[in-house]
DNA sequence: ATGGCAGTTCCTAACTGA
């Protein structure tokens, strides 16, 4: 079974080259973020004419995710919604950044966690109140079959130094603060690991690269969209791989989309 | 860095992203 995750910066603008890659990437399951685009507008034909059951969660201009199935899922939610007191649903779950469903025992998260703006801003803070939530939400997750996880997308967290081009001085940069790296290791202490580290423990593998500066042709990037593994998931992963070949096209995606095998 | 690019919409300016 092959699980990907790839945030596209938008559906409309990069649905050819999310369908040329899944035509030579016959993947299980593909995990969008930054879809950009309202529900009725998502543009489903092209993906379901590949074979896929198509789960939406989208908004307009920001945010929006998408979970693509050769199979169809199962248990299928949106939001934090069933983990969040009333007062919170409004502020925690307006943005569209988080769907789930089962396929084959395994319960697939597909998340695009805040980016934070700045250290200490108000974004910065939603961020981390984010993060404990999504902590809860996945701990009720944990209490009901299929109890196998895959939690994976943008985490705009880079939660080692080897995960970033250049980690000098980066304690207040975003995606490498002490406060987010943490936030996200106490939702990791749930029992999830790092597909990723499990084949590859050395530096210089990133996942996103500025558009900026020319950051992907001097490979100035970060590695911040992962893929995490209940124990047993883990166990059985073959192989997890970043392939950079869509960034190297003309209007890419800032990101590139990674892959397990299990 | 009031920066850099790219996407979107309140669409040719302002916002958000990372």
Known sequence: MKIATWNVNSIRTRQEQVVDWLQTNKVDVLCLQETKVVDPDFPRSPFEDLGYHLYIYGQKAYNGVAI??????????TGFTAVLKEDEVGELDEQKRVITGAVDGVRIVNLYVPNGASVGSDKYEYKLRWLKILREYLRSLLEKPPQALCVCGDFNIALENRDIYNPKGREKHIMASPAERQALQEVLALGLADAFRK???EEGHFSWWDYRHDGFNRNRGWRIDHLYLTPNLYEQATSCAIDISPRKLTKPSDHAPVIVEL
């Open 199 to 201: 084949f590859t423990t």
């Open 68 to 77: 693509f199935s050769l199979k169809p899922l199962e248990q299928v939610g």
